[in-house]
T-cell receptor, first 112, second 115 residues
């Protein structure tokens, strides 16, 4: 039972354009959502998060949008840079729980 | 500020053996979580330690066990290794307060290969 789904295994974007990474979830009890970036041979790096009581959170080039009715989460990167090329994971926390549930990841390639 | 560190970086073990992986949490953090990441998948939660006690567990058998020490560092022990235990093992630290525990910060991981 995959509660957090990233249906696009990969995405290729031109440098300077917008990258949009998507994530769907099934559990309405998730109260906190996070995005992580992972380079090869490194652990996931925390990028940005959003509480379920909000619908948008912005940090520099990164914006996360939450649509609770659609159970959909997206990460926008504007403008995309070659250094953004990595695997991006979305994660969700069940209501006040201790664990994170991760999607399977989307590999982003930003072409120069 | 010191980040999360893990040791060893790589490890090769034989089926049936036992392994211990180590993690030092980020300074100021009091909670450690362990995840298993198989190839092509997202990390899967194994368990979490807070105040030196297991604070929650994922769907992993009892041969996966752990410890947290007074300095908040942690160990993951796996007994009777199986081939399917081959994976990247990630440690994450976070700060738990009365308001809860939110962002988890990951170490670089230990790559375990079971032959």
């Amino acid at each position: 039972d995959q509660q957090v789904k990233q249906n696009s295994p990969s995405l290729s974007v031109q440098e300077g354009r917008i990258s949009i990474l998507n994530c769907d979830y099934t559990n309405s009890m998730f109260d906190y959502f996070l995005w992580y970036k992972k380079y090869p041979a490194e652990g996931p790096t925390f990028l940005i998060s959003i509480s379920s009581i909000k619908d948008k959170n912005e940090d520099g080039r990164f914006t996360v949008f939450l649509n609770k009715s659609a159970k959909h989460l997206s990460l926008h990167i504007v403008p995309s840079q070659p250094g953004d090329s990595a695997v991006y994971f979305c994660a969700a926390r069940p209501d006040s729980s201790y664990k994170l549930i991760f999607g399977s990841g989307t590999r982003l390639l930003v072409r120069p | 500020e010191t980040g999360v560190t893990q040791s060893p970086t790589h490890l090769i073990k034989t089926r049936g053996q036992q392994v211990t992986l180590r993690c030092s949490s980020q300074s100021g953090h009091n909670t450690v979580s362990w995840y298993q990441q198989a190839l092509g998948q997202g990390p899967q939660f194994i368990f979490q330690y807070y105040r030196e006690e297991e604070n929650g567990r994922g769907n992993f058998p009892p041969r996966f066990s752990g410890l947290q020490f007074p300095n908040y560092s942690s160990e993951l022990n796996v007994n009777a290794l199986e081939l399917d235990d081959s994976a990247l093992y990630l440690c994450a630290s976070s700060l738990t307060t009365t308001g809860g525990s939110y962002e988890q910060y990951f170490g670089p991981g230990t790559r375990l290969t079971v032959t």
